[in-house]
């Protein structure tokens, strides 16, 4: 998957999970039936930003990890890769405790009274737990941190930056430069060893140049001529 296709994945999945946390918590996670023991009981229904205050925030980071992550290059997008981890847990623990576990009704008588739609006398007479406003959430969850992953395998693969080379790249790079280096040190060590043959010294700047005059002409091919000014 190339850099740009994986950013616009990464986008769209961001997109969707901003989507889903804001629809979330303007939808219900509970009924709650209200009674003062002197009226009639009544019922109301608890949103996912009343009962999970971060739904209201946590959309917005999705959404600004979008712009972040096309945005920042190379490791710095491993930072919003977290970020966007972090908030896909805040997302999802509140849904998965509605979910799983019985309601805190002191919790919830508080929440309501702050929200200033119980009265002093009244009290939480019966909740009836709703499972759509959280699973909505859990795929928030979901999506974001499918999100944060492709933008670690990014930079793994080093679409991310553009001085990346693959460790089997720097190896195959490596053996060429040996390979190299072992020709040139043959080629030399042949001339030496001709030269020694010749009876020649090839420690000194002449007598190597004779040596290599000496096996062009025994193979067969003319010795290049120095230039002189005419």
Not at 156 to 173: D, E, I, L, N, T
């Amino acid at each position: 998957m190339t850099s740009k296709r994986n950013l616009a994945l990464v986008a769209l999945l961001l997109a969707g999970a901003a989507c889903a946390a804001w629809g979330s918590g303007r939808m219900s996670w509970m009924g709650v039936t209200l009674a003062d023991g002197l009226s009639a009981a009544r019922s109301m229904e608890v949103a996912g930003h009343t009962w999970a205050p971060a739904l209201s925030a946590l959309w917005l980071v999705f959404l600004a990890a979008i712009a972040a992550g096309l945005a920042l290059k190379t490791w710095a997008r491993a930072l919003v890769a977290l970020i966007v981890a972090a908030a896909a847990i805040g997302t999802a623990y509140p849904a998965l405790t509605v979910l799983t576990q019985e309601p805190d009704i002191g919790y919830l008588e508080k929440i309501l009274r702050a929200d200033t739609v119980m009265g002093n006398k009244d009290y939480v007479s019966a909740v009836a737990r709703a499972t759509a406003g959280p699973s909505v959430a859990l795929v928030a969850a979901v999506l974001a941190v499918v999100a944060a992953a492709l933008l670690v395998r990014g930079l793994r693969a080093g679409g991310m930056g553009s001085q990346y080379v693959s460790p089997a790249a720097r190896r195959a790079q490596l053996e060429q430069r040996v390979f190299d280096d072992a020709a040139d040190g043959e080629t030399s060590e042949r001339d030496l060893w001709d030269a020694l043959d010749g009876g020649e010294d090839p420690t000194t700047t002449s007598d190597a140049e004779a040596a290599r005059v000496d096996r062009s002409s025994r193979e067969g091919v003319a010795p290049d001529r120095p230039r002189t000014e005419g």
